[in-house]
Every structure is written in C-alpha cells, then in structure tokens.
C-alpha cells in the first residue's frame, strides 16, 4: 500500500491496565477513504483499541500515526486538533436529553468553530437531513426511537466536516432493519464524503455489509489473529478461531 493512500496506521501498539496487558503488537494500516473494522469475541479490547485511537487512554508501549505524524508524540494541543479532524458515534448516541436534535449537533459547532448563528442552523439542518432527519430538528431525544437516535448521534458527530469517522457498536440494540440502515448510511458517508470509517461491531451481517478490512483481536493470544477482508477471511482463512466467529449463528449468509 502506498504511503500516500494510508490514513491511519498502528504501530506494535500494547495496551494495559497497570500490569495487566489487553493486547500486545498491534500492527495495522487503514487505507483512506475505507470502511475498517475492528472485530473479536467479548473481551477482546475492540472498544479500548477505539480509546487508544481517540486519545482517550495512552498506550502502555507502540504508537498511533495519522497521515504519517505520530499522536502520542504529540503534544496535548496538537493531538486536540488532530481530534478536531474526527467524529465520533459512541454506542448509546450519547445525546444531551435535556437538548433539542438540533441543539445536540450544534454544540461542536458551537464549541470548535467561529460560524455564525444563521450558519450555525443551516449546517445543523443539513446534517439532520443527511442522516434522514429532516423535520425532527426540535425533538428530544427521548421522542424519537433508538435508531434515529443513532442517526442525530452520527449527525453530531458530522457536524464539523471530520476526516476520520468512529464508531462504537453502531447497532448495538437496534432491530435487524434499522441496523441495515444504519449500515447502508455508513457506506453512503464513506462513498459520497471520501471518510476513513474505523467501526467496533461484533455484528456479523453489518461487518461482511460494510467492512472494506479488519482486523481480528483474539484474548487468548492477546493480539490480532487475522486481519484482512471479512468475506475473504470466511473464504479463506484456515484458523478455526476466525472461521467460528465468522460463520456464528445467522449472518454469515451476508457474503453472498
């Protein structure tokens, strides 16, 4: 792969609590402009990878690259705005229940730029309207179901333009067609707005739906055990670790 074309890179990153390492040698290139996805069964650290990836926690050794610049060299402002270049969709939306829809997406607005109130609101419809939410600008959060609540949370997390888009367990809790929607409007944004996806799941019909790669993080062995395009790993992987998850319960027919 072309230096040019990789958007995010892992290097030999180790995560730990204290003495406890999660995952160690952490090795992975995520191209621009793709849907990747980080998959493994329960404990595996998908969702503290993200944290690693987002600032949130330091790694215990390894380092995280963006466009070739390493974040934890960094210091505390510069890795702020590399994080102004991303958004994030947290699992439960992580709406202010207290705000209207369209008073969640304008806080960053709010927060990080300089937009005028007019711009402000003309931006805030637009993201709503992107998502499919055009009309439910003065809602609460608690009026509207869970999947469009997924929807304004990914609306928010928009809202500045991002680069780089993550997210936490998209489909957790939603019903099989919002969750298929969902799905389809993460590769809208990945077609129409060039963004680089990094996205948690552990739901087999939305990771052969959307995943352009992966990596596999396995508990037992403490770092990735495969990596590659889902569909190609189903087909072709020989570990039968891999080969179990991926062909778990219903789901698995979503590589035809």
Not at 55 to 81: C, H, I, T
Not at 120 to 129: C, N, Q, S
Not at 140 to 148: F, K, Q, R, T
Not at 164 to 179: N, R, T, V, Y
Request: charged share 25%; hydrophobic share 40%.
């Amino acid at each position: 792969m072309d230096s040019n074309d990789v958007k995010i890179e892992i290097r030999d990153l180790t995560m730990a609590y204290g003495s406890n390492v999660v995952m160690k040698d952490i090795n992975a290139t995520i191209k621009r402009g793709s849907v990747f996805v980080i998959i493994g069964t329960s404990g595996s650290g998908k969702s503290t990878l993200l944290r690693h990836m987002l600032g949130l926690q330091r790694p215990a050794n390894g380092d995280v690259l963006y466009d070739g610049k390493s974040f934890w060299g960094m210091d505390e402002e510069a890795r702020r705005a590399q994080l102004r270049h991303c958004g994030v969709l947290f699992q439960s939306g992580a709406l202010w229940s207290s705000m209207t829809l369209a008073e969640n997406v304008a806080l960053p607005l709010q927060e990080f730029s300089d937009f005028s109130a007019n711009d402000r609101h003309e931006i805030v419809r637009l993201k709503l309207a992107l998502v499919g939410l055009s009309g439910f600008e003065e809602y609460y959060p608690a009026e509207i179901s869970g999947g469009m609540r997924k929807r304004a949370g990914l609306a928010r997390a928009m809202a500045l333009d991002p680069e780089i888009l993550f997210f936490d367990e998209p489909s957790a809790g939603l019903d099989p067609i919002s969750s298929r929607n969902l799905d389809r409007l993460i590769l809208e944004l990945r077609d129409s707005l060039g963004a680089t996806i990094v996205v948690v799941t552990h739901e087999l019909a939305s990771i052969f739906m959307i995943a352009d790669d992966s990596i596999f993080l396995d508990p037992d062995t403490k770092t990735v055990r495969a990596r590659g395009n889902p569909k190609e790993l189903l087909k072709h992987s020989t570990d039968a670790k891999v080969k179990a998850f991926l062909t778990r319960g219903e789901g698995a027919g979503g590589t035809s």
